[in-house]
């Protein structure tokens, strides 16, 4: 299933580097489509940082057309206590938590490496038509009939 193989690539970039404490995959509108944290202290709300992290990458991606300066690799927003990575990947945002100990290079390394994987895994899944077990639901029927 898509789901479980979204949280084994977000897991194998949290494994990657130790100072990595959460990773979010969300969709080009925000919404959270997986995530995976090693911080399991304080309560935090993921679907924010994925629908502002999704918002700051748009808007830094727009100010880089205007100025007509390429595509842009990646968004770094540094912190007192942590920095956030976000790097698209096909219809989605990988976005990558840390602290500030962590080492910068492997976070780049570890996006780009799963980059391309979560991109190929994520344009099927939302391509995917929904399941139907019997072919038509009530609803396509009667659309069907109008």
């Known amino acids: 299933m898509a789901e479980d193989m979204f949280e084994r690539i977000l897991s194998d970039i949290i494994k990657g580097e130790s ?15 997986s995530h995976v ?5 304080s309560p935090v709300d993921i679907e924010s940082i994925g629908a502002i992290a999704s918002a700051v990458f748009g808007a830094s991606e727009e100010q880089g057309k ?10 770094t927003s540094e912190f007192e206590n942590g920095k ?38 994520l344009d099927e899944f939302l391509s995917a038509k929904p399941y139907s077990p019997e072919g038509e639901d009530e609803f ?4 069907g009939e109008m």
């Open 19 to 33: 100072g990595i404490k959460k990773v979010i995959l969300v969709d080009r509108s925000g919404l959270t489509i």
């Open 37 to 41: 944290s090693r911080d399991v202290g």
């Open 66 to 75: 205007n100025l007509r300066i390429g595509k842009l690799d990646l968004v």
């Open 84 to 121: 956030i990575f976000a790097a698209s990947c096909g219809q989605g945002i990988l976005t990558v938590v840390t602290d500030n100990n962590v080492n910068i290079g492997m976070v780049r390394y570890l996006m780009q490496k799963t980059s391309e994987k979560l991109k190929k895994v």
């Open 140 to 143: 396509s029927k009667f659309l």
